[in-house]
């Protein structure tokens, strides 16, 4: 115990309390207010880890997208019409079921795409201007025009090929 305690506790064990501070009542030895502390962070380290998730957060979003040049995928295609028509896309505009638009995970808003049905050949170009889609196993989801050209509205799905073509 040291002779400077004030309260004959004995210094706080390393547990992210400074040294020479009491345990109950964090009175600093030595007359240093000590750093306050909550459930055991600081609110400097609080602050610092907020912007950092923040940051990150940010950046995740950014670098998630991916460059249109080159892009080649096989995959299953899907439409949404109806229940989503006005309703506000990821990009802002509104849904419009009868345009030539798609929703894609990660390519940029505005991204013109050739899908192809590989069933029966059959192709359509669509402006990229929302998120998803959101079913698993799925590449893209396709507005109700674009399904109704490729000819997939009875199945509801389609495995298609999607090429990036240069804007």
């Known amino acids: 115990m040291l002779d ?3 309260c004959g506790r004995g ?3 390393d547990e992210g309390v400074s040294v020479g501070t009491c ?3 964090c ?3 030595g007359g240093k ?3 306050t502390f909550v459930r055991g962070i600081s609110k400097k380290m609080k602050r610092l880890l907020g912007l950092l998730a923040l940051s990150s957060l940010l950046t995740g979003c950014a670098s998630g997208l991916i460059d249109p040049n080159g892009y080649d995928e096989t995959g299953t295609a ?3 019409g109806a229940k989503h028509h006005g309703k506000r896309t990821a990009s802002g505009e509104a849904f419009n079921q009868n345009a030539m638009t798609a929703a894609h995970r990660r390519l940029p808003f505005g991204t013109q795409v050739k899908v192809t049905n590989l069933a029966n050949n059959r ?3 669509v402006r990229i201007n929302d998120r998803g889609p959101h079913g698993r196993g799925r590449l893209i989801d396709l507005s109700r025009k674009a399904a109704e050209q490729l000819r997939m509205l009875g199945s509801g799905t389609a495995r298609v090929r999607v090429q990036a073509l240069n804007n």
Do not use: E, R
């Open 23 to 25: 345990i109950d009542c």
């Open 123 to 125: 192709s359509v170009v």
């Open 78 to 80: 899907s439409y949404y």
């Open 11 to 13: 210094p706080a064990p």
């Open 33 to 35: 207010p000590p750093p």
């Open 4 to 6: 400077s305690d004030p």
């Open 27 to 29: 009175t600093a030895i």
